[in-house]
């Protein structure tokens, strides 16, 4: 039996780590979000960091300035984390659903667009304390040891550094599954989509700058962390 020296056993291991970079990114090249749309160019390192580093990324936004929700809109850069929930997220949810629907003369899949069978819907799941299924309790579990492992190395990234706060990365939970957006305080602060006079555009974009710049300094740590690991 032979063994190779430790130098040559690291250009090995650094080159595979490439190969695996290199083939995240061209995979993101070709990736679509939700909504049918690229992924935005300013945070695809962002998210091939995130993802060789073992975080599945769900969403993301690399931060602008737009028309939306009848005015202008200031949308920070962030990454959305976590499993996909699943479809069925309560023990006999589809009769529940189903009953419902029946009590409200609609389909089952129009409840939650229904203000009073949505009401009536989750008035039932609590009333009857109905337990979530085993498969989503594992999904969540998941998810938020993703939220703990995150929480770490953000830690670790502001050990001895120095940024203005509001451009600071921090951890914001999304839904009841687990997910959460990998965001700035400012975004955090929000908590929802901050409409701006025209007078604020210019301020906007010089906020979004900063948290971008914030952005590509931990993308460069998860980088560094993923190849000297």
């Known amino acids: 039996m032979s063994f190779k020296p430790d130098g040559l056993q690291q250009d090995e291991i650094q080159e595979n780590r490439q190969k695996v970079w290199d083939k995240t990114l061209f995979e993101l090249d070709n990736k679509a979000d939700k909504l049918g749309k690229p992924i935005d160019e300013g945070v695809k390192e962002s998210v091939c960091a995130a993802e060789v580093n073992g975080f599945p990324v ?30 069925i997220r309560f023990e006999g949810q589809k009769q529940i659903q189903g009953k419902i629907a029946e009590q409200f003369g609609i ?20 009333r009857q304390d109905v337990k979530e299924t085993p498969e989503y309790l594992t999904i969540r579990s998941q998810n ?13 990234f502001y050990m001895n550094r120095k940024s203005e706060e509001a451009n600071q990365l921090v951890i914001m939970r999304i839904g009841a599954c687990g997910h959460f957006y990998l965001t700035t305080k400012r975004n955090e602060a929000a908590r ?19 948290e971008q710049a914030e952005f590509d300094r931990f993308t460069q740590f998860m980088k560094d962390r993923y190849f000297n690991s």
């Open 58 to 87: 769900y969403s993301s936004c690399e931060g602008h300035v737009e028309k939306r929700h009848k005015g202008t809109v200031e949308l920070s850069p962030y990454i959305g984390i976590g499993f996909d929930e699943p479809k």
């Open 107 to 126: 389909k089952s899949e129009d409840i939650e667009e229904n203000k009073d069978a949505s009401k009536a819907f989750w008035d039932y799941i609590h």
């Open 144 to 156: 938020e040891d993703f939220q703990k492992a995150m929480q770490i190395i953000l830690e670790s």
């Open 192 to 210: 929802k989509v901050k409409i701006i006079d025209d007078g604020e555009i210019e301020v906007a974009k010089k906020e979004i700058e900063e």
